[in-house]
């Protein structure tokens, strides 16, 4: 079992930045890829970015490459989304997931661990 536990949301204006974090309890974090989705109210959840167990391959949504990066410390079993340049359209509740050995993101289905959530608010 990994659980994991996201933080770092809060409400911004537009401009703004923040720094989400997933953090992992449980097995081996340095062996599970990690990838960032969201849901907006009366939306489907959505792929935002994904990082691989290796922490090489990176993957990112078009609607917020150049803004956001994904990154990880295994050594505090973290991943990190550092979002920039917010807009009002970036507000959702942002949740991470955690897949053994997933190399690149080809879906939510390789994800089977999942966090709560944290609420991202941006105010125009």
């Known amino acids: 079992q990994v659980q994991l536990v996201e933080s770092g949301g809060g409400l911004v204006q537009a401009g703004g930045s923040l720094r989400l974090s997933c953090t992992a309890s449980?097995?081996?974090?340095?062996?599970?890829?990690v990838a960032w989705f969201r849901q907006a109210p009366g939306k489907e959840r959505e792929f935002v970015s994904a990082i691989s167990y290796g922490g090489s391959n990176k993957d990112y949504a078009d609607s917020v490459k150049g803004r956001f990066i994904i990154s990880r410390d295994n050594a505090k079993n973290t991943v990190y989304l550092q979002m920039i340049s917010l807009k009002p359209e970036d507000t959702a509740v942002y949740y991470c997931?955690?897949?053994?050995?997933?190399?690149?993101?080809?879906?939510?289905?390789?994800?089977?661990?999942w966090g709560q959530g944290t609420q991202v608010t941006v105010s125009s």
């Open positions: 449980g097995r081996t974090f340095s062996n599970y890829g």
């Open positions: 997931a955690a897949g053994a050995f997933v190399r690149a993101y080809f879906g939510e289905n390789e994800y089977n661990y």
